[in-house]
């Protein structure tokens, strides 16, 4: 499984960017696909994932601002993020599994696959 994250880049503080993360190989419907996103220093930080057949989950630094959706013919998870705020500058990991069960999702070593990283920087 191969994971393509894009999208990221340059936004001021209560502006939006859309984030993609295309996935090839193995993959499939039933694979839960996930967002995470890692600042100097800190750990890295669950925002979303989305599960079949749409349920969809998000960090409490992000609910109501970040709306992840996903298009299964093409193999494609997108992270709408508005409202965006400085803290929130990282790079962002989408990251996909066929195996964990939904109490895990939140945590990043339940992930086999991880794309390389977009960054996101939110800055005036």
């Known amino acids: 499984v191969q994971l393509q994250a894009s999208g990221g880049g340059l936004a001021q503080p209560g502006g939006s960017l859309r984030l993609s993360c295309a996935a090839a190989?193995?993959?499939?419907?039933?694979?839960?696909m996930g967002w995470f996103r890692q600042a100097p220093g800190k750990e890295r930080e669950f925002v979303s994932a989305?599960?079949?057949?749409?349920?969809?989950y998000y960090g409490d630094s992000v609910k109501g601002r970040f709306t992840i959706s996903r298009d299964n013919a093409k193999n494609t998870v997108t992270l709408q993020m508005n409202s965006l705020k400085p803290e929130g500058s990282a790079v962002y990991y989408c990251?996909?599994?066929?195996?964990?069960?939904?109490?895990?999702?939140?945590?990043?070593?339940?992930?086999?696959?991880w794309g390389q990283g977009t960054q996101v920087t939110v800055s005036s």
């Open positions: 190989g193995r993959t499939g419907s039933r694979f839960v």
């Open positions: 990251a996909a599994d066929n195996t964990l069960i939904t109490s895990s999702l939140r945590q990043p070593s339940a992930y086999d696959y």
């Open positions: 989305i599960r079949w057949p749409d349920f969809k």
